[in-house]
C-alpha cells in the first residue's frame, strides 16, 4: 500500500451547484486524515500549469452554501494529448502530490482514467454535473439544484401562459440526455416532455395540443431537453404553431440558470458524504474508480465501466408522464 501524504482536487467540465460542498468535504477530510490538500485552480488547465494552492480547513469555510466552484473550472485542449498530460503529471510530483480527486462529468472521468492508466497515479472521480448521465450512479452533484431550478421558473411561466392563453415551450438542459427534462416536467404537470432518448413524433405532440385544446385548457407547457432530435424548443415551436393559430406561442431558453444557485439540501449532503467517501477511497489504496450512490449507499465504480456503460432513462417515468397527459 502507498502512503498517501498529500492530495489534489479540481473541478473540471461544466460547474454545478454542490461542487463547492464537495471541495470543502475533501479538504477537510483529508486534514483530518493528517494530509496536505491543495486545491487545483481552473481544473485540468491549472494542472497543466502547475496552478495549486494550498488549503486549509478556513479556506473552505461559508462555501457549503454557495453555487458554483471556488477552484473555478475550464476546458482543457492540451490536457487532450499524451505532452500535455506529462506535464501535468511532472508538475505534481514537483509539489510532492501523491494523488488526485477530480469533480466533473463524463470528460472529466474520461480525462482522469487516462491520467491515471498512464502515469499509475492514484485517481478518484466525483460525479458533477446536473445532467445526472453518468453511470453507476443514482445521482450526481448538481442534479437536485437544477431540477428545483427548472421547477420553480416553468411555475412562473405557467402563471403567465395561464393569464394570456400562451402555448410555451420551454427548452432545459440536456444535449445528449433527457433526465433533467423528464423529472421536471412531471414535477411541472407538462402537456408534453421530448428528450433524446425518444424519438419525437409531431402528430403526437399535436395530438397532445388537440385534447387540450377540447378540455379548454388555458395553458400548455412543453418540456423540451436541448438535444431533443427534432431541433430544439425555437424549431418545434415553428413545426406546430400553423397548426395552433388560437394559442399565442412562445419560447424560453432557461439556459444557465439551471447550473447556478444555492444547492439545495440533498446536493450539499450527498457532495459531503462523496467528498470523504473519496479521500477513504485513496486511504483503501484505490484508485482509477468513481465515487458514487446507489440506493443512498456510497459505491466505487470503475471508471472503465461509467464511462462505457449509458445510463438509460427509468421507463416508469415515461410512462408515468404519457398517463398523466391525459
Known sequence: MTKINSIAVLTSGGDAPGMNAAIRAVVRAGIFNKMKVFGVMRGYEGLISGNFKEMVSRDVSNIIQTGGTILKTARSKEFHEIEGRKKAY????????????????????????????EFNIPVIGMPGTIDNDLWGTDYTIGYDTALNTVVEAVDKIRDTAASHNRLFFVE???????????RSGIACGAEAILIPEKETHLDQLKSYLEKGKKKRKSSSIII??????????????????KDFSDYSIRVSILGHIQRGGRP???????????????????????????????????????????????????????????????
Request: charge should be positive.
Open 90 to 117: 511532472n508538475k505534481l510530483k514537483r509539489a510532492g502530490i501523491d494523488a488526485l480527486i477530480v469533480i466533473g462529468g463524463d470528460g472529466t472521468l474520461r480525462g482522469a482514467r487516462q491520467f491515471t492508466n
Open 172 to 182: 432545459v438542459m440536456g444535449r445528449d440526455a433527457g433526465f433533467l427534462a423528464l
Open 224 to 241: 423540451v431537453a436541448e438535444g431533443d432530435d427534432a431541433g430544439g424548443a425555437f424549431e418545434i415551436a415553428k413545426k406546430v404553431k
Open 264 to 326: 439545495s439540501a440533498f446536493d450539499r449532503v450527498m457532495a459531503s458524504r462523496l467528498g470523504v467517501a473519496a479521500v477513504d477511497a485513496l486511504l483503501d489504496d484505490q484508485k482509477s474508480i468513481m465515487v458514487g450512490m446507489q440506493n443512498r449507499e456510497i459505491v466505487h465504480v470503475p471508471f472503465n465501466k461509467t464511462i462505457k456503460y449509458h445510463k438509460g432513462i427509468n421507463d416508469s417515468l415515461l410512462v408515468t408522464a404519457d398517463i398523466l397527459t391525459i
